[in-house]
């Protein structure tokens, strides 16, 4: 893996639990100092104490909701004002929703949107280009298994994700040449919080037995970054199973992607 600067500061979105938070843990193990943003002051200022008691890093928490549109411009805003230069922004905020497409409410999906979608875009647009001056840091999206597929009961999330890869991999080539990394992560289904906030926990994905944790997650994650991978797909399961969709046809993959998205006590 690649040496991590002395200096390097990280912010990470969403780190108040699940994989953000393990996130957090692996750059703050590898003495990077970190930025921890999200909309529970409680949690963050947790983790912000273990961190700085463990590893000895510098850690600032700024409470921010992206879920909104002003907040990405928020935290830039109070970021700049502070003095602080981000080197590595892990874009990992981001919600799920589950259940048909025309019986879900639209507050829930333009939320959705404009957390996974539109702040995962407008704050890179703000940070990567002191990166790109610099010719170092990156940017670490957060994007699912659910980008390689349509996703029957998950329309709008599974979109957002496909949105993320997409993006991901575009700029990465634009900047390949640059010293700068942009890294995907893509998880399969995993043991957070997620699927209860996303109204999951009945689907059939989410029933399946050993799924890994957020921490193992993280740590492919941090490690594909630091590798300058583009793409990171987490478990070997996962890998196979996100890549075989290129080979098999999009109707069979639609009605094995709903299938298994169904709920099992319906």
Not at 9 to 28: H, K, P, Y
Not at 66 to 95: H, I, K, T
Not at 249 to 259: A, I, T, Y
């Amino acid at each position: 893996m690649a040496e991590v600067p002395s200096s390097e500061t990280v912010l990470v979105t969403g780190a108040s639990s699940g994989i953000g938070a393990e996130l957090a843990r692996a750059f703050a193990a590898g003495g990077s100092s970190l930025v921890l943003s999200a909309r529970s002051v409680d949690r963050l200022e947790a983790l912000a104490q273990e961190l700085r008691a463990k590893h000895g890093v510098a850690v600032r928490v700024v409470v921010a909701d992206l879920a909104s549109p002003e907040g990405p411009r928020r935290l830039v805003e109070r970021l700049v004002q502070e003095g602080v230069q981000v080197d590595v922004l892990v874009n990992n905020a981001g919600y799920g929703g589950f259940g048909p497409f025309g019986e879900t409410a639209w507050p829930d999906k333009q939320g959705m949107l404009q957390l996974n979608v539109v702040s995962l875009t407008e704050l890179t647009q703000a940070f990567l280009p002191g990166m790109v001056a610099r010719r170092r840091g990156g940017v670490l999206n957060v994007a699912s298994t659910a980008a390689f597929q349509p996703g029957p009961l998950t329309a709008v999330y599974s979109a957002t994700k496909a949105y993320v890869l997409s993006f991901t991999e575009a700029v990465s080539e634009e900047v390949r040449a640059q010293g700068v990394t942009v890294t995907a992560l893509c998880p399969g289904a995993t043991v957070t919080g997620f699927a209860s906030r996303a109204a999951m926990d009945g689907s059939r994905l989410f029933q399946v037995k050993g799924l890994p944790d957020a921490k193992s997650v993280a740590k492919a994650g941090y490690e594909g970054f630091r590798k300058g991978a583009t793409v990171v797909i987490a478990g070997a399961k996962n890998s196979l199973l996100a890549w075989s969709v290129r080979f098999v046809p999009r109707s069979w993959v639609r009605r094995m992607v709903h299938r298994m998205q169904e709920r099992v006590d319906a």
